[in-house]
C-alpha cells in the first residue's frame, strides 16, 4: 500500500463544475502539499497546509489531521486548469513523498 | 528574484556515457532536493543536500549516481555509465532556511534524460 493515495486518478469535467480531488495519506506527516504539474511536465507548488483551510483564487484545500484526509477544491473550473494535480507529504525528513496524481481534463 | 533553474532542459546520452545535470536553487535558499520522474510513474525522491553536505540520500540508486551541492555553484546530480532505464524527468526543488511545521518546494523545470 502506497504512503500516498489520491483519487480519482483521471478526471474529466465541463467548464464550471466544481471539482474535487482526495488525498489519504497513512504516515505522521508535519505537511501536506498539492502541486500542479503541466502538461509541459513544469511543477507549480499551489499549498503547504498542515490544519484546516487555505484558499487561493478558485482553489480550496482542506485537510483533516484525524482521518489523514486532504482535498483540492477547484470551482468554477477552466479549461486552462487541465494538469496533474499531486499530493504528497512531509514529515521528519524533509523529503516529499508523492502520490500518484489526478489527471484533470476541463472540457470547454 | 530568478526561480530554480535547471541545465541542461533536455540531455540526450548514449548507454554508457556520463550524465550531469546542473540545480541552480532560488536565491536565500540553502536546501535542495533531487527528485526523479520516470515515464508514466510518479515522483520519487532521490537526495537532498544542504551546502556541502549530503543529509539524505535513501532515494538514490546505490551505484552510478552522485550528488553534490558545493559551497560555490550549482548542485550536480551526476549519473555514471547511463543506462535505458535512466530514462526519466530530473527534477530539483529548493526551499529556505528549516521550519518546524515543513516548508514549501520550490521546483525548476526539470531536466529530460534521454538515453539511446
Known amino acids: 500500500k502506497n504512503e500516498v493515495e489520491q483519487s480519482p486518478q483521471n478526471l474529466t469535467a465541463q467548464e464550471g463544475e466544481f471539482i474535487t480531488i482526495n488525498c489519504s495519506y497513512s504516515v505522521g506527516i508535519s505537511a501536506l502539499h498539492w502541486l500542479q504539474q503541466h502538461p509541459g511536465g513544469g511543477i507549480v507548488s499551489l499549498f503547504m497546509?498542515?490544519?484546516g483551510k487555505k484558499k487561493h483564487g478558485r482553489l480550496i484545500a482542506t485537510i483533516n489531521i484525524q482521518e489523514k484526509h486532504s482535498s483540492l477544491h477547484i470551482t468554477a473550473s477552466h479549461p486552462r486548469d487541465s494538469a496533474v494535480y499531486i499530493c504528497?507529504?512531509?514529515?521528519?525528513?524533509?523529503?516529499?513523498?508523492f502520490g500518484s496524481g489526478t489527471q484533470l481534463t476541463v472540457l470547454p | 528574484n530568478a526561480g530554480v533553474m535547471q541545465n541542461p532542459r533536455h540531455l540526450v546520452r548514449r548507454r554508457g556515457q556520463e550524465a550531469r545535470l546542473r540545480c541552480s536553487p532560488m536565491?536565500?535558499?540553502?536546501?535542495v532536493y533531487w527528485y526523479r520522474q520516470l515515464p508514466e510513474e510518479g515522483l520519487k525522491f532521490m537526495v537532498y543536500l544542504q551546502k556541502e553536505n549530503i543529509i539524505d540520500e535513501s532515494g538514490m540508486p546505490k551505484e552510478r549516481f552522485s550528488a553534490e551541492f558545493p559551497k560555490e555553484g550549482p548542485s550536480i546530480l551526476r549519473i555514471q555509465q547511463v543506462v535505458r532505464g535512466d530514462s526519466a524527468a530530473y527534477f530539483c526543488a529548493s526551499s529556505p532556511k528549516f521550519a518546524a511545521e515543513g516548508e514549501t518546494q520550490y521546483f525548476g523545470p526539470g531536466t529530460r534524460l534521454l538515453v539511446l
Open positions: 504528497a507529504v512531509s514529515g521528519s525528513a524533509r523529503q516529499l513523498t
Open positions: 536565491k536565500g535558499h540553502s536546501h
Open positions: 497546509l498542515s490544519s
